[in-house]
């Protein structure tokens, strides 16, 4: 006799995923529970918030310099050299 096989693995995918989703929520509850009895002292979590506000300002900061230098290099891909002669800037107002 011929099973089908095709129903077969679509059974097997609904078990394992069950299986695996009771995993995660036993998991999760482990978790809650490990975290319920540990206590933080405030001058820990005082500390780990000025690190997180300083690391953040130190990645927006580097992202920002990186997306200048971008700008500057794509300007100066984009026209290498000034069309005509150099330029120069004018010092002192013409006289009226």
Known sequence: MITNTKSERKHFASRLTHIMQIQTQYGRLWLRSRFRRMTVPASVK???????????????????????????MSHILKRPFYRGSLRQRCLMRKPV
């Open 46 to 72: 005082l500390f780990l918030l000025a690190l997180l506000g300083l690391s953040a300002l130190v990645i927006t900061g580097t992202l920002l310099l990186i997306f200048d230098a971008i700008a500057l």
